[in-house]
């Protein structure tokens, strides 16, 4: 098969030669695939582009994409339309070139392809993976919450590296998702690049990387990125809980409430203790629950033999009673930080954060909605 690497750069005259070098050394590891190195260059000031340029004659396999500067999304668009339509690549990699990825792993990677994995990512965050140890403690955690952020806010836990750009991605993984991939820059290219290839039902892996530090030249990642990152995890959020099955989710919740307080109120009312009032206002909503989200919210997924109900009921009852458990240490952390008074205030919250818990348990784990995709 056709590998092409594709190495974005501004500004990397010190690392670009050295690189190339590099990666033509270790596609010796992999020589049953034939490997064209192609550097993106937004017409960097420091001559980067004309290096390459002088290079070509030196690596035929080397070619050399040059155009405006239009951030690093942009670049990695061009490059991988170009490696695709021009150069016929079946697997594409994305690498850095300023040797912050090591590219003696590269083998490592497409031994993961050659295995039958279309979409292989180098990962600081799993076991044997690392950031530099001499990142400053803000620099280690800003990066850990950034992963953090994008694990929450895209619901998905099953990949620990998202912004991570050492990658081995076969092409039809990418013609799927290309129409999706416009107008993203930096982190957030790489993040909505691995978001949506999530979707389209590819084998994904992550291997360890040891990301190192950057030897020569500047970072040109800066605060915009995490600007339009948080932009971007807030719009997913909104598109996808926006749609119908959320809002009936929500009603099917409000119904539920109902036969709680109304059970609640009555049975008190007969003289029975309100604890056992709630218990049984609470089972009996519980039951209305997964009885309507079952015929309506879920009904694409309609759990229907008899022999399946009782352990999916059970399955249901534990997955809500999570977020019973969160709406308790919400107002308890709550409380005992801003005292008795503020309750409501994490009572609400609490709720808030367990309506998420539950409409992510029931997609995820009770009613299954979405395509298994297999991250190992
Ligand atoms: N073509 C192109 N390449 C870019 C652009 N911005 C960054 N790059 C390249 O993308 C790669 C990653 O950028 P870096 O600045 O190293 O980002 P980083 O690794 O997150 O930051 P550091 O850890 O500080 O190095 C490098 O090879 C850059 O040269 C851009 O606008 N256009
Ligand atoms: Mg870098």
Known sequence: MKIVIIIPTYNEVENIGRLIEALETASRRFSHHETQLLVVDDNSPDGTGKLVEKLTKKFPSLTLLSGEKQGLGQAYLRGMDFAVDKLGADIIVEIDADFQHDPLALPAFIERIDAGYDFVIGSRYIKGGSIPNNWSALRKLLSKIGNLLVRIGLLTFGVHDWTSGYRAVKTWVYQRTRTQLTGFNGYTFQVAFLHQVLRSGAKVVEIPIQFGERKYGKSKIGGEYVKNLLIYLIKTRIHETATPRFLKFLVVGTIGFVINT???????????????????????????NFTFNNIWTFKEKKITSIRQIPGKFIIFNLASFGSVIIQTITIEIGTRIFGVPTYRIFYVLGVGIGLIWNYFMYNRVVWQTHKKTKIS
């Open 262 to 288: 109304v059970v609640l109120e009555v049975l008190v009312r007969l003289g029975i203790r309100p604890s056992i009032s709630g218990g049984i206002g609470g089972e009996l909503a519980i039951i209305s």
